[in-house]
């Protein structure tokens, strides 16, 4: 993520961001991949670190390299853990509009079927269809009824697309 998107996603007051369970579970799981391959190098650093000089010891310099990158990437997941609002879309009780978390299926002005579902910033993947809530197409979509069209800016200029089915997963059982 670019500053320029960090900028565009939508907040929440007190900065907070939109997140499905499944992604805030993906999050932490990641989080817990990483403070464990932290473990490990930290062990192999300081077993570099007792072989003597440092200034060529390639096992500690690549160490201390790779513990930057895990500490860097532990810090943002940590924030955005912190940050999340999880939202879970199978409680929407407004079914009937697009909100966070709707599986949405458009038609495009050729006539193609377009199908995306709206996630948070971190779980967005196009090759998915799962798109960003701060993507123009989310922001076009959301608060869209079956049959309203939206007009979604793209670098092409304005696109209209009309809303053919909105989505929502089962809410479970209790």
Not at 18 to 31: C, D, I, Q, S, V
Not at 61 to 89: C, F, H, M, N, S
Not at 134 to 157: I, N, Q, W, Y
Request: charged share 30%; hydrophobic share 35%; with cysteine.
């Amino acid at each position: 993520m670019t500053d320029d998107d960090e900028a565009r996603t939508p907040r929440l007051p007190q900065g907070r961001f939109y997140m499905t369970p499944a992604g805030h579970a993906a999050l932490r799981a990641e989080r817990e991949a990483f403070r464990a391959e932290r473990h490990r190098v930290v062990e192999i650093v300081s077993w570099a670190a007792g072989n003597g000089d440092r200034s060529e010891n390639a096992d500690y310099k690549e160490g201390k390299r790779r513990l930057r990158e895990i500490d860097r990437r532990l810090r943002y997941l940590t924030q955005r853990l912190d940050a999340a609002e999880v939202v879970d879309p199978a409680r929407q009780a407004r079914r009937d509009q697009v909100f966070f978390g709707a599986t949405v299926t458009c038609l495009n002005e050729r006539d193609e079927e377009v199908t995306v579902t709206v996630v948070g910033v971190d779980e967005a993947d196009m090759a998915a269809g799962k798109i960003s809530v701060g993507s123009p197409m989310a922001l076009a979509l959301l608060g869209k009824r079956v049959g309203d069209e939206a007009t979604v800016r793209t670098p092409a200029g304005p696109s209209t697309v009309e809303v053919t089915a909105i989505r929502y997963p089962d809410a479970p059982a209790n």
